[in-house]
């Protein structure tokens, strides 16, 4: 009777042992996973990136750009992830959306370096759009409210994106 005993408290003390360690192990792959680099949406390369300077240059000339870009994320909807925005060097922001609202990128993406392909555009962007975007990035019911008129923008329908991580 007392070997049964002894090896139930060993097997219970073993699986204890084991449940602690997996626990830790997942902790650690959270804590890794909350990073918020990887593919999203189609799986693209860095192959035939262009520069954001490139990007403007063509979009001064003609009506849209087809391709690949490197930037750097300055914000994303902190609802969804359902948009992020990059600073262009002519000191305006580019729009990045997600083909066909088909993906989301992680809401704690700002800062990090990306990689987006897809279509480009200049638009203009009506008053009510401005303030749902506003909505999204959780500006101040005044700050929303203080948008009164549309405005011209650079807009980027990604396919895929590579954020990458911190240079």
């Known amino acids: 009777m007392k070997n049964p005993l002894i090896f139930s408290l060993i097997s219970f003390l073993l699986i204890a042992g084991c449940n602690g360690s997996q626990s830790e192990k997942s902790t650690e792959a959270t804590v890794q996973s909350d990073l918020p680099t990887g593919y999203f949406g189609e799986e693209i390369n860095e192959a035939g990136v262009v520069s954001l300077q490139q990007l403007v240059s063509v979009l001064e000339n003609s009506e849209e750009f087809s391709g690949k870009v490197k930037g ?75 948008i009164t008129s549309s405005k011209q923008e650079y807009a980027f329908e990604a396919i895929g994106v590579i954020i990458q991580e911190n240079a």
């Open 72 to 146: 750097e994320i300055k914000e994303v909807c902190s609802m969804k992830g359902c948009w992020m925005t990059i600073d262009l060097p002519n000191g305006q922001t580019m729009r990045v959306t997600f083909k066909d609202y088909g993906f989301f990128v992680p809401k704690n993406a700002h800062g990090f370096p990306v990689i987006i392909e897809g279509v480009a555009t200049k638009k203009v962007t009506d008053v009510a759009t401005l303030r749902h975007y506003a909505e999204d990035a959780g500006k101040s019911q005044e700050e929303i409210e203080a």
